[in-house]
């Protein structure tokens, strides 16, 4: 058996031949690939705005920029995602708490984030990064209603989730990254994304100033427009109106982009057949915990579309199912090592910090190979592997 990761990415020779395509085209960058791709990407998501830029961590540092965040700022975020869902505050200044997570689902633990906000007076907590972990979709209806009624805004972190949703309190399906119920959301292209262009990342807003700013926050907040410039001396004139970035994305990763979206439907149709399959070998083994309160089906038949970036379990013998897998060709991941813990968080603030329910999932989880041309060879090879290990 060839090796199997836990996560690849699929490149049709349609992708090649559209960056190459690009690479004979007069725009390598700041081009019309870029436009296209942002246009397409936000009509998929069913926001109004979306903005391409040249990673997933970049997205979140030019959300918090964009909201203004700053020292006095303190933002509530997990401790089991991905670092740059904590970092992106500490670069304008803020402050990060954190919320533990249900383990249920690996979410944030709503009850828990009440009792945070409801603990201060209102104002305290500048806003809430909420995280689709592994590609569930959180309760934003939830989330948005708790942080109005305390001051905050929400981002959401949807890197893990294009494609999936939740069904709200109306019965209305609510898209990862609509904006409905977040000022902002981001998303992540890197290779083992749902559509990978090497790296890359996208924004998407509802609210247009927030769109405008991020605009020029992407370009060294450089303004060229010249309704808004101070003065004009020409075709060629710009002005630095604040303090930016260059977080742009080049048109051929662009291209690889939209030709990867166009099958991101695909992909998710295939993630939740692979998904089901696991379902169906791990449920009810008591050796085996599945990181979701249903079902695949299950949620399906509840209006929620989990979009699968990862399939996770939890056991006993984490560090020896890894070791096993692993010696058997196939290369699981463990997602996440709880923020909190890491050494630069226990260094500046966090070193008497306590998430009970992180740091056990921690010790426990595991994430299985999940991804579209993953074949259903290879899947029953690896759920063999893993009942072998768990039921010896």
Not at 239 to 258: F, K, T, V, W
Not at 329 to 344: D, E, G, L, S
Request: aromatic share 10%; with cysteine; hydrophobic share 35%.
């Amino acid at each position: 058996m060839n090796n199997i990761p836990y996560g690849r990415q699929h490149i049709t020779t349609e992708d090649i031949e559209a960056v190459i395509d690009c690479l004979k085209s007069d725009f390598l960058t700041q081009g019309p690939k870029v436009r296209e791709f942002e246009e397409l990407f936000a009509d998929y998501i069913g926001a109004k705005y979306a903005v391409a830029v040249s990673n997933g961590t970049a997205a979140l540092h030019l959300c918090t920029l964009a909201l203004n965040v700053n020292s006095s700022s303190v933002v509530i975020t997990t401790p089991i995602t991905f670092s740059a869902s904590a970092n992106c505050v500490l670069y304008c200044g803020g402050r990060i708490e954190f919320c533990d997570i249900d383990p249920a689902s690996g979410l944030l633990d709503i009850v828990f984030l009440e009792k945070m906000l409801s603990s201060n007076p209102k104002g305290y907590y500048t806003g809430i990064i909420a995280v689709d972990f592994a590609g569930a979709p959180c309760d934003l209806e939830k989330i948005k209603e708790l942080a109005k009624q305390y001051n905050a805004w929400v981002i959401e972190d949807a890197c893990h989730a294009p494609g999936g949703y939740f069904t709200d309190s109306k019965r209305a399906v609510q898209k990862c990254g609509n904006g409905v119920y977040a000022e902002l959301a981001v998303f992540s292209f890197h290779p083992v994304k749902h559509i990978a262009t090497g790296e890359g990342g996208m924004i998407t807003t509802n609210d247009k100033a927030l769109y405008d700013r991020l605009m020029v926050l992407r370009t060294h907040g450089i303004e060229r427009d010249p309704a808004r410039l101070n003065k004009n001396d020409g075709g060629w004139y710009h002005e630095m109106q604040s303090l930016g970035y260059n977080y742009r994305i080049p048109d051929m990763l662009c291209a690889l982009g939209i030709t990867q979206l166009a099958k991101a439907e695909e992909g998710i149709k295939r993630r939740t057949e692979i998904a089901i399959c696991y379902d169906e070998a791990f449920v009810g083994n008591k050796n085996i915990k599945l990181l979701k309160p249903l079902s695949t089906k299950e949620l399906l038949q509840n209006g929620i579309r989990h979009a699968y970036h990862l399939y996770i379990i939890e056991v006993p013998d984490r560090k020896g199912l890894y070791d096993y897998l692993r010696s058997n060709n196939i290369f699981p991941q463990v997602h996440y090592i709880p923020v909190h813990t890491m050494p630069y968080y226990r260094q500046t603030g966090h070193k008497g910090t306590v998430m009970p329910a992180a740091e056990k999932y921690y010790t426990q989880c595991l994430s299985l190979p999940m991804y579209p041309s993953l074949t259903d060879a290879e899947q029953e090879y690896v759920i063999d592997k893993v009942l072998s290990f768990v039921n010896e």
